[in-house]
């Protein structure tokens, strides 16, 4: 013991030690091996949009690109290759940000860039939104670190979490040393939210001595890509008002719906819309980025939370930790405000940028379908269909003998059918248990994030390993 | 008690109501309040240079403004408006982006940057740098805030902090749950560090049953502004290596230097300098940041640490948790390669980028002249030489009767002292105790960053305040 310095393995912090992060885990790991040894990687494990092809936003990245070289603004020349409308709004950032991006804002972000976020929430939700109870950050997941690190007090803290869930709330909860509380959604009503089992949840963790304090939404969901009803979300801020949760709305997916019959809805417009004392009472954190949508701009990490029913000393407080590390990132905030304030009809930039949107929406709603039916015609896989969000989700019954093989080789049974499906395809996926499923029940994570022209070759390929792996394990004596 | 919900302020995680930072503290938000009533304020409570005026070096802008906007790569206007290299540096870094700046990268950073970073620290200490040991970050504080997240397990771990410190440390130890462990600066020696009174420190925390595990150096120093020579480096790291504590060096200042007895030298070249046992022995993390030196590119939030003696176990899970948060801001990581691989001697830019750089450290080293023979011309105020850093950190002699006004006001003196300071002239400092100042003295810290020739009016500003001020509460009766 003596002998151990701080940094050595076994004397870490044990929290750090029990996170788990399955989107960039072994199944990453192992992909960016074989890439380095030259095999062809389909990285569909992370939605990253960019990286898989998709073009950036024009009109965006010319007012960024001019925020960051303000020098430009005065050349004769700049007329030339930036439509004049980039350059208008690169000078009212400008103006926005003194120092420009070099200079650290406030570290609640720029305060007009936060007013640009209120009045895009009080358009999309029809009632006001306050620009001092929005805080801007590198990307959604900051934020959403933030909070679980203010409500966390110690492992008794409890935080209900869907189940499959996106793996940053299980990590972050293990890092915060908090216990996670999961909530299963319904695969056969389309991963929809029951409440009857989740006051079951609660119960139970109460009865282990665990107070729970939260619950996390992801709508439209990730993994597993359903869109709440309006319905659905008022049971469950109702249940929130009983049971006094703090309620986290990830909408970071709100952009990202392919289908008519349930539209995005936030929590906060169906809070309001509902009227007190649930409107009154519920704290509610609402999260958003520039990583998902139609932008697709992960790395320059933008984000929002805006904090409903919060009160004020509490908002200060998490002011003063935003604080610690000064700012997010200004061009990510110029980002967001580019998101929520777009080029307008009329522009000189507006049809391209419509244009480019809707292509990219377009197309991934075809990318949807085409997965889900592509998953749909494998032998021993079923998968519901994508109705918003990034993701196929596809339930793969596994033969009992695979399970066994899998088992043999110290593996979870998802982890060794998708290892198998990576060394034969190049397809990086993420397993299931990743996420969190029931037990013996087995998924894999894949984005719909492909170029629409790969992905008949890419679910070809799948269904051929598929097909060809389930043959191999097969009990034949069963048949 | 049962009434309360989760992010009611007493509900809150205490660590998080523990946090202290007073750079952003009750002075700054006067400061912000009194700038709303329209007061022009002099902003020197952050060393953030561009917000007071300082111009961004051209060629990394126009680097990154390309990789923003790689459409225009394509136009044949472009070689109007931007030079061929930094043309060809941006097709350099897309190379080695995929997907762009709008791709997450690895979570540690893309690797051909972080090999321009391992290249430029080799050249730097004459030893090798592995790329592997080297993560990027998004700015120097998030690279701290997640070693002491790893290093501190409860209370009884304690790190040790220099006092007069930056309060990062100090909040983010707080954050954490650890212990803050103060060895003091001797002002006299030019805030020099005094391993005998350490030792004496370590010895009274182990008394109270904390075990020091690691400790901060800042060099050149914040707030103090002296630079460590090589003997004092080597004295340190025995210690270290005698007491098994991990050694942070925060060397974001390392451009930052305004004498030439003592030049930067970096705790890892004296480390390797000094071989076995001490180079293979001791843990050591050295920070580094876009954000100070002449680019003070604080908005983009870039930086990295490089780990040395780190078994690979535990970089693995450091790598875990910098995963949970995708990756750091891309466009902050080609800052970071271009700032470690600037223009070279007969590139296009290299004349333009050299002229600038040298104008602004050849400014700020007059500044740092100006600023301290400012302080001590003023009554009861004595203040070393800035030796590197960006900040004067004079001391306050304040009389009895001062202190007894403030006391009965329910402030600390020196809070006190610089908001009167602000309220008579507009300058916005920090004061000494939001840093630690032995008990009955006082300080404040202000940024050396106004502009040169607003500088002779900052400083009789300041003097005709201070005399005043010293006028009006000396103890006549003891003269």
Redesign the interface.
Known sequence: MM???????E????N??K???A??GELYLRASELQKEGKRIIFTN?G??????QK?L?FP??V???C??P??LD?P??G??FPADAIARAKHYLSL?????????D?RGIPGVRKEVAEFIQRRDGYPSDPELIYLT??A??GV?QML?????NER?GILVPVPQYP?YS??IS??GGSLVPYYLEEEANWGLDLVSTRQSVAEARSKGITV??MVIINPGNPTGQCLSEANIRELLNFCYQE???LLADEVYQQNVYQDERPFISARKVMFDMGPPVSREV?L?SFHTV?KGYW??????GGYFEMTN??P??VD?IY??A??????????QIFMGLMVNPPKPGDISYLKYSAESKSILESLRRRAQIMTDGFNSCRNVVCNFTEGAMYSFPQIRLPQRAMDVAKSAGKEPDVYYCLKLLEATGISTVPGSGFGQKEGVFHLRTTILPAEEDMPAIMSSFKKFNDSFMDQYQDHSRL
Chains 1, 2 share one sequence.
Request: aromatic fraction near 6%; include cysteine.
């Open positions: 002998g151990r310095k701080a940094l050595d393995y004397e870490l912090n044990e750090v030690k996170v788990q992060y989107v960039r992370v990253n949009p960019h990286a898989l092809g950036p024009t990245r010319q960024v690109a001019l960051q070289a020098f430009l050349d020349n700049v030339l290759i940000a003194p120092g420009g991006l070099g200079a650290y804002s570290s590198d990307g997941s900051k670190m690190n203010a409500i966390i007090r803290d940053l990590a972050a890092l915060f304090r939260a006094k949760l703090v704290q954190i990583s697709g701009e992960c790395g320059q990490r919060i009160p000393k509490t407080e003063k930790v604080s610690i590390a000064l700012s997010p990132n200004v061009p990510g």
